[in-house]
Nanobody, 112 residues
Framework: DVQLVESGGGLVQPGGSLRLSCAASGFTFSRYGMSWVRQAPGKGREGVAVIDSDDSTDYADSVKGRFTISRDSAKSMVYLQMNSLKTEDTAVYYC???????WGQGTQVTVS
């Protein structure tokens, strides 16, 4: 079975940093693009960052210059380094394949 398991969320002060991790299993990770998607309270899901199988990346304008997505295909891991966090970054962050056929359970990030 496909599994995506996020970790690394938590409570951080504005201006702080967090690193989210996503462990993938059950599919050929190296062949898939991967993404991070977030959902803030009372809002719809927002694509944050995506990394293709060739390691090309793209970011939402709201996080460009602050967030960095990366992957380790040998470990089937994808990461999201979040710096200079703002209160508006508060959300549940999901790891997903790209296209989003599979999703993790999400990890809460609270900036306060």
């Amino acid at each position: 079975d496909v599994q995506l398991v996020e970790s690394g969320g938590g409570l951080v002060q504005p201006g702080g940093s967090l690193r989210l991790s996503c462990a993938a299993s059950g599919f050929t990770f190296s062949r898939y693009g991967m993404s991070w998607v977030r959902q803030a309270p009372g809002k719809g899901r927002e694509g944050v960052a995506v990394i293709d199988s060739d390691d090309s990346t793209d970011y939402a304008d709201s996080v460009k210059g602050r967030f960095t997505i990366s992957r380790d295909s040998a470990k089937s891991m994808v990461y999201l380094q979040m710096n200079s966090l703002k209160t508006e970054d508060t959300a549940v962050y999901y790891c997903a394949t790209d296209p989003p056929n599979y999703w993790g359970q999400g990890t809460q990030v609270t900036v306060s």
